[in-house]
């Protein structure tokens, strides 16, 4: 049995509409450009299974690539730990800010680029990252501190 059309063309729309700005996002996210690519295509298989009970595919999909990009972070974290040693630098030039987002600690570098790069309010954020209002403007304000006290220093 074939979706409805209406469905169809729903989901082909937000595809289109939404790939490229949540691809950016997970990139922004993860450092990682294949693994923001996977993770958006996870997230509308996502959005896919529960097309008809979403009242907001666009908010889920951005919420699913949030905790996926989060859930790849606890991944690579426990590899890491895992992992004898790291691989030697391989002296590419750096992008200091970028350099500077990824010394956040996740939470607050979810908040700082769903903030500035998303342009979303702090209760979507909150929404978004399972948390309190309170804690997203926190998260936000320390890692603001923090990319200003590097840039300073």
């Known amino acids: 049995m074939s979706p409805p059309a209406a469905w169809h063309d729903d989901l082909l729309a937000l595809y289109r509409e939404r790939y490229e700005p949540m691809v950016r996002l997970a990139y922004l996210l993860t450092a990682n450009r294949?693994?923001?690519?996977?993770?958006?295509?996870?997230?509308?298989?996502?959005?896919?299974?529960?097309?008809?009970?979403?009242?907001?595919?666009?908010?889920?999909l951005r919420t699913t690539v949030v905790n996926n990009a989060r859930s790849w972070h606890r991944r690579r974290a426990l590899e890491e730990r895992r992992r004898p040693a790291r691989p030697v630098d391989a002296g590419l030039p750096a992008d200091e800010m970028w350099d500077m987002l990824q010394r956040l600690p996740d939470r607050q570098r979810a908040a700082v680029v769903l903030r500035f790069y998303e342009d979303l309010p702090d209760a979507d954020i909150a929404r978004i990252l399972g948390c309190r209002l309170p804690t997203v403007r926190t998260a936000v304000h320390r890692g603001l501190s923090a990319l200003r006290k590097e840039m300073q220093g």
């Not at 294949?34 to 908010?59: K, L, M, N, Y």
Request: aromatic residues 12%; without cysteine; glycine residues 8%.
């Open 34 to 60: 294949s693994v923001a690519e996977e993770i958006v295509q996870d997230a509308f298989v996502s959005v896919h299974r529960r097309w008809d009970h979403a009242t907001s595919p666009g908010g889920y």
